[in-house]
């Protein structure tokens, strides 16, 4: 009975002094685990904040863009700490990093067609070829922009319809932007009949265009024949105006020619208001 309580008692001995010992030799393990978890997450954050304040000052970064760099940046860094922190208690990191490599690559190509989306996005944010509030068209899509985020685009068509594009569709397409240029330029066609006084036709389109101010005096407009048949006459006009009165100038000079050639006895037909000059708005 005695022997048996002592081995007892030896074993307790044995467990308590094996206990101190890995207290003593992990203990300081954990609590610089503990601090570096703690100081690795207030740097990232720092870190990740001033990198945000500088790429968002930075010419032509949008602020979804800037807040995309602030987020991966931040969690990269948030993974280079637990990755160190395992480092600090013998874990073999290499073999880690190398799953998180082969994690990487699986998850990229599952989402291949959303890591396009996203490369795209932020090659549209970067490069801006539109912006907010211009009208595009390409050969699929066309529409008002109202907001470039780094998947997809939102649009709205010229008729009021919600649209919404894939990045990558519209990165990988050529871009008509009908909203960039301040200038813009219009042509008109004007079909006379056979037996007209050109000379008083063409000064009378001219007479038309200048006294609306807002066509451009630079370039002049101008009035000259391109087609003559047995039975008709064809002037091409041409003449510039700002992009945001693009439309409205065209609707008003067309009903003003028409009425203008009447009055000066020039029978002419005029091309009618294509549904699409809303784009030019």
Do not use: C
């Amino acid at each position: 009975m005695e022997d048996q309580t002592t081995n007892i008692v030896v074993a307790t001995r044995t467990a308590l002094d094996q206990a101190s010992a890995l207290a003593v030799q992990y203990g300081f393990s954990i609590l610089g685990a503990i601090i570096l978890l703690i100081g690795g997450w207030l740097l990232a954050g720092i870190i990740s904040r001033s990198a945000y304040r500088v790429i968002s000052r930075i010419r032509g970064i949008d602020e979804t863009l800037a807040s995309f760099f602030q987020n991966v940046l931040h969690y990269s860094l948030l993974i280079l700490v637990f990755i160190t922190v395992l480092g600090q208690f013998g874990v073999q990191t290499a073999s880690i990093i190398a799953a998180l490599g082969a994690a990487g690559l699986a998850v990229g190509l599952a989402l291949q067609g959303t890591l396009q989306n996203i490369a795209a996005g932020i090659m549209l944010l970067i490069l801006r070829p539109f912006r907010v509030g211009e009208y595009i068209e390409t050969a699929t899509v066309k529409g008002y922009i109202k907001e470039i985020g780094l998947f997809a685009t939102e649009m709205k068509t010229a008729d009021g319809l919600y649209l919404m594009a894939p990045n990558s569709t519209l990165w990988n397409t050529p871009i008509v932007n009908y909203s960039r240029e301040p200038d813009r330029r219009q042509a008109l066609a004007v079909t006379l009949g056979g037996n007209i006084d050109i000379d008083l036709a063409r000064k009378t389109i001219l007479d038309v265009l200048k006294e609306d101010r807002r066509i451009k005096s630079t370039p002049a407009p101008k009035v000259y024949l391109d087609d003559l048949a047995a039975d008709q006459t064809v002037l091409n006009i041409e003449y510039w105006t700002l992009t945001t009165s693009w439309s409205d100038v065209r609707h008003e000079a067309v009903s003003k020619l028409k009425a203008r050639l009447a009055e000066a006895d020039v029978a002419a037909r005029l091309p009618a208001d294509p549904a699409t000059t809303a784009a030019a708005d």
